[in-house]
């Protein structure tokens, strides 16, 4: 493996020490004499793996390639979507997005985070790195400008609840948490879920206080986000596999030396393994502590197969038609066996 230390050791060392955490104005005005500067934000927090095993090596590798990289996380340049207009209007040069916030200017690509669209991580890559993913990856930039380098995985997204969640029927008259997103939401639909519009913010009080009688996420946010105060059961449905795409401006890619787009190239797809490795990592720590604590109560004996059949029943017949070819390209590549 190309990277040693754990996510921890970076989140405490690496990230700390090496991101330049600067405001928003004039980014490129920061540049040092003789290198390329390059903003990279996020709305993570300096200690997710997606910083401490993402950012940071990707930072640690351009050092080499005459660039310098300013990661800039927890939202400080905005939110997704401010994040995304910046970069189209060339004031931001990587970022971190997932599928569903990128679909409100391209709808095809936000499929990648609908509920069981892929099997699992091994799956979300496989469809990647093939032929299949192209005409998705391709229309995206010839529409936004916006070039995506790789995909990042970041753990399943899974219920947690004031009630257990075996089968389809279990969600009837439960009120879950969703993100306010069409890809969110039709995957609300696509399992029966009645979705609830609650901030990110107010998830917490929204579950303390009964507006919400659950949520959706990957384990390790509902823990990193105290959710799991105000749940009793996490319910192992891994219904989504959660990702993030790296996307850089296609401004920013050109004014980049061939070197440094190979180079560019190379750091993030090589640092997917890490990442990933870390994701899952912190995921078993926190299974492990909520086992030995005894709350919540994890439900592994979920029937999987029979959300899988429903959901993607209901996306068969209820996506647009650049979204059912999506669908079909990702269901094509699928491991059968």
């Not at 640092?271 to 909520?290: F, G």
């Amino acid at each position: 493996m190309k990277y040693q230390k754990s996510w921890g050791a970076f989140a405490a060392g690496t990230v700390l020490a090496g991101a330049t955490l600067v405001g928003m104005p004039s980014l490129h005005n920061f540049a040092t004499q003789g290198s390329e500067q390059l903003s990279f934000a996020n709305s993570y927090t300096l200690n997710h793996p997606h910083n401490a095993c993402g950012t940071a090596l990707v930072q640690q590798d351009m050092n080499d390639a005459d660039v310098q990289i300013d990661t800039y996380p927890s939202s400080q340049l905005g939110g997704d979507t401010d994040r995304f207009t910046s970069m189209m209007n060339g004031d931001i040069d990587l970022d971190l997005q997932g599928s569903s916030a990128l679909a409100s200017v391209h709808e095809p690509i936000g499929v990648l985070d609908m509920a069981y669209v892929f099997d699992d991580a091994d799956h979300l890559f496989r469809w990647f790195d093939s032929d299949a993913s192209d005409e998705v990856i391709s229309s995206f930039e010839n529409e936004t400008g916006v070039k995506v380098l790789d995909v990042w995985y970041q753990g399943d997204r899974t219920f947690s609840a004031n009630a257990p969640i075996r089968k389809p029927s279990d969600l009837e008259g439960l009120r879950l948490r969703y993100p306010d997103s069409p890809a969110h939401l039709m995957s609300a639909d696509a399992m029966g879920v009645e979705p609830v519009a609650v901030a990110v913010e107010e998830v917490y009080m929204a579950l303390q206080q009964g507006i919400a009688d659950g949520q959706e996420n990957p384990i390790a946010y509902t823990a990193q986000n105290s959710l799991d105060e105000v749940v009793d059961y996490v319910s192992l449905s891994r219904h989504a596999v959660g990702s993030q795409l790296v996307i850089v401006a296609d401004e920013t890619w050109d004014r980049l030396s061939a070197d440094q787009q190979q180079e560019l190239q190379a750091s993030v797809s090589a640092t997917r393994s890490e990442n990933r490795a870390c994701a899952e990592a912190e995921e078993d720590e926190v299974l492990t502590r909520w086992a030995e604590q005894g709350s919540p109560t994890v439900i592994e004996d979920v029937d999987r197969q029979a959300f899988r059949d429903k959901a993607l029943k209901h996306l068969e017949t209820n996506l647009s038609d650049g979204e059912l070819e999506t669908l079909r390209s990702i269901r094509s590549v699928a491991d059968e066996d």
